[in-house]
């Protein structure tokens, strides 16, 4: 591996509605030393003004979709956004791209059918569009759409994973592209209340078929998949405990191959900025 980035995963950088406060973490991130900031780019049809009032707000932190979905937006109206950012800001901005799922596709009208053919005539798309392949990455679990990964983006960044996929992920794509998954965590020493921070998390991911069937491939069963997941696959998917132990259950993931990790402090609040769980990380990760 070339690379071993510190990155930030949070829901809070779309969810806040203050600009301001958003800038402001930010900054205090950058300050720290982390490498990127990535946040869902919502179901709206243009990728979200606030990726470009973040990068217009900071001055050396990368900044990444995680993801724009493929059914949602165009592939014109996405790479005049990453191409204009990359003008404003170069290097410093990656454009992540995602099938999303059905439940939440078909409930806005769309026939969610051929999740890999349509990403592949959306990449067409930015190519058309010229965008370059090093400037988007992939929301990428199975085999094909890893591949795909390898073959038409900078990358992959699988969400909601144990380390076990991450090596696998690896093999798939080769030594020369950027790995970057998402990791949840809980900075919390008690077993029960941590894992129930996890659960409030798992639930609703682990009602979406897509990543319950990628567990299976990891020999994980619907017995674990119950009434938020069981203890071991809790253990598995979300480092909990003190800064140390998250620390040590992050750094599988760089064992297993991983570039870039983009850690999730879990809050149970979309809304409220986790900085002191990422101030302690930094401490032990930067």
């Known amino acids: 591996m070339a690379q071993r980035l510190v990155s930030v995963w949070q829901p809070f950088f779309l969810a806040s509605e203050s600009q301001g406060a958003a800038i402001d973490a930010a900054t205090e991130l950058e ?78 009208g769309t026939d969610y059918r051929k999740p890999y053919s349509k990403m592949v005539n959306y990449l067409d798309g930015l190519d058309a569009a010229g965008l370059s392949p090093e400037r988007r990455i992939l929301a990428a679990l199975g ?15 699988p969400y909601f994973v144990p380390a076990e996929h991450t090596a696998e992920a690896r093999a798939a794509i080769g030594p020369d592209r950027l790995l970057a998954p998402e990791v949840a965590v809980v900075l919390d020493a008690d077993a029960s209340t941590a894992r129930a921070t996890a659960r409030q998390y798992t639930s609703g991911y682990l009602a979406l078929p897509n990543y319950t069937n990628n567990l299976r491939r990891f020999g994980w069963t619907d017995e674990d998949f119950a009434d938020g997941g069981s203890d071991r696959l809790i253990d598995a998917l979300i480092p909990w405990g003190t800064v140390e132990k998250v620390a040590a259950g992050l750094e599988k993931h760089y064992q297993a191959g991983a570039d870039e990790v983009a850690i999730q402090v879990l809050n149970g609040d979309d809304r409220t900025f986790p900085a002191d769980g990422f101030r302690a990380l930094a401490a032990v990760l930067i």
């Open 143 to 157: 085999p094909r759409m890893l591949e795909l990964s390898r073959d038409r983006s900078a990358g992959a960044h």
């Open 31 to 108: 300050d720290l030393g982390y490498s990127r900031i990535w946040f869902s780019g919502g179901f709206g049809e243009n990728v979200a003004p606030r990726f470009r009032e973040i990068l217009d707000g900071t001055t050396r932190i990368g900044v990444a979709t995680g993801i724009v979905s493929i059914w949602h937006s165009s592939p014109p109206e996405a790479a005049a956004f990453a191409q204009d950012a990359e003008r404003a800001h170069p290097g410093r901005f990656l454009l992540g791209l995602g099938a999303s799922h059905a439940v939440v596709v078909e409930g806005g």
